[in-house]
């Protein structure tokens, strides 16, 4: 059993340029340094590598967002979602 990630970050899609998210990290094409963001998939990603699981509110919290936007984002914005960034 396993797990593939299709990207570890953000790529360029043929038919719709940069609109599509796909990577564990969000890369903001418009910042000099490229500088990356973990997006909630790569807090997800990590903890089910090592074998932990998230709590059922916060994957729910999880489906209510956009799965592309940044963690600090979210995390910012909701308390519940700080036991996750911290880690």
């Known amino acids: 059993?396993?797990?593939?990630?299709?990207?570890?970050?953000?790529?360029?899609?043929?038919?719709?340029?940069?609109?599509?998210?796909?990577?564990?990290?969000?890369?903001d094409i418009n910042d000099p340094t490229l500088r990356r963001q973990p997006k909630l998939s790569a807090v997800w990603y990590s903890n089910f590598l090592n074998g932990r699981t998230m709590e059922p509110m916060i994957t729910m919290e999880?489906?209510?967002?956009?799965?592309?936007?940044?963690?600090?984002?979210?995390?910012?914005?909701?308390?519940?979602?700080e036991t996750i960034s911290s880690s």
């Open 1 to 27: 059993m396993g797990y593939f990630v299709w990207s570890f970050l953000d790529v360029f899609e043929l038919l719709e340029g940069y609109e599509s998210s796909f990577g564990l990290h969000y890369i």
């Open 62 to 81: 999880i489906q209510k967002k956009n799965p592309s936007m940044v963690l600090s984002t979210l995390v910012s914005n909701n308390p519940l979602l």
